[in-house]
């Protein structure tokens, strides 16, 4: 009895001096202010232990060199703007980031391929890198990947004059939509910065209307009928159904719009 | 909780604790004005609106803490100016809407728009 009301104790006082650190502000999120060594450590060995176990059950398709011509095209649109190239430095923003965006050739000589493939697909939470899942397919993920892996060997004058190949076609896929994968897919389209949406965090601001119960909801944007298909057009098409609407155009692929709809007709 | 006994629970808040005050600063509406125009209007035959008794349907989106909004009608800055504007004549706003013109005079829509800006 003495021990758990010991215990219990000490967790109040845990929780106590937790809220108090978190309500001083006595934290300095600002960028600028660089971690302590051991937070740095923890933060790193946390994210590559993570890493580690989850690329386990990556399996590693053949990285041919036309996947590394198709890979070195993506890399420049999507990634050298943060990482770099050989010889190439990031752009300004991307210096003032922290965590800073790693050296890849460095990376590529530590990582396997599987890991390197799972963090580009799945993203790094509270760092800048993004999930590409919903931006590039499969393929064009793999293509990154061989690129990357390539980087070590490349020198800036051979980077400089690699040739590119035309990326590949954005894979659909068709069938009924899974709203499990919708829900994960709300997020990655960042839905709640706008919208409140249950049983998705966020700063559900309110931009645009809740979407609690949407499911019940008699119509869409105030203009069509509740209904999956039209749920789908609109989130594809926001401004072709309703010119001038504050809802952007999310680039949204037919795909992920069939498995976010299918998500908020959970909602009811 | 049975619908029912959910609207007596209301009711009886209502009766109790609403305290609304007699000009909203925003709009320079009534607000208690505002609500029983509200339920003269029939606004909650598509809208949920708290506070007033009924107002529970889901044909258009629910009318909760309006006044943090950022967009009203997914077009329009939500300032006070617009909300009047928009719940007098939705349609001359955006011919596509469903949301009809129910004859909501100006001054009606100024008092309703004060009721909307204390949710």
Redesign the interface.
């Known amino acids: 009895m003495r021990v758990l009301r010991c215990i219990a104790a000490v967790a109040l006082l845990l929780a106590a001096a937790g809220a108090v650190f978190v309500y001083s502000g006595v934290y300095d999120v600002s960028a600028t202010d660089q971690h302590l060594f051991p937070t740095y450590w923890t933060i790193r060995a946390t994210m590559e232990r993570s890493v580690a176990v989850r690329a386990r059950r990556v399996e590693v398709p053949p990285l041919d060199d036309v996947r590394v011509r198709r890979g070195v095209g993506l890399y420049r649109e999507h990634c050298l703007r943060c990482h770099g190239a050989p010889g190439v430095a990031p752009e300004p923003f991307a210096l003032g980031m922290t965590p800073v965006p790693e050296n890849l050739a460095y990376v590529a000589k530590t990582w396997s391929a599987a890991e390197v493939y799972w963090t580009v697909r799945n993203g790094l939470k509270m760092t800048a890198m993004p999930a590409w899942q919903y931006r590039l397919g499969d393929d064009a993920m793999w293509d990154v990947v061989a690129f990357v892996k390539q980087l070590p060997s490349l020198s800036p004058e051979e980077y400089e004059a690699m040739r590119e190949l035309g990326p590949p076609e954005r894979e659909r896929q068709p069938g009924a939509g899974d709203a499990r994968r919708g829900r994960q897919a709300i997020q990655q389209y960042a839905c709640v910065t ?1 919208h409140a949406i249950p049983g998705v965090v966020g700063s559900q ?6 979407l ?2 949407i499911a ?4 869409i ?3 069509l009928p509740n209904s999956a298909e039209n749920m789908e057009l609109w989130l594809i098409a926001p401004q072709d159904v ?1 010119p ?4 952007p155009d999310l680039d949204m692929s037919p795909h992920d719009a069939k498995d976010i709809a299918a998500y908020l007709a959970t909602l009811n | 909780m049975a619908p029912a006994l959910r609207g007596l629970i209301v009711v009886l808040a209502l009766a109790g604790c609403e305290r609304l005050p007699d000009r909203e600063p925003l709009t320079g509406g009534d607000p208690k004005h505002g609500r029983s125009l509200i339920r003269e209007f029939g606004c909650g035959s ?1 809208h949920r609106i708290s506070g007033v008794p009924g107002a529970n349907a ?5 009318l ?2 309006l006044k ?4 009203l ?3 329009f800055a939500n300032t006070p100016q617009n909300l009047v504007a928009w719940i007098h004549d939705p349609r001359a706003m ?1 011919s ?4 009809p013109a129910v004859g909501v005079d100006e001054q009606q829509a100024r008092d309703i728009a004060a009721y909307l800006y204390t949710r």
Request: proline share 10%.
């Open positions: 706008c601001a309110p931009v645009g209307p809740s609690a119960r019940t909801r008699g119509f944007a105030g203009v309703k001038g609407t504050a809802m | 598509c889901s044909v258009a989106p629910p909760e803490k943090s909004r950022v967009y009608a997914g077009r955006d596509q809407t469903a949301m």
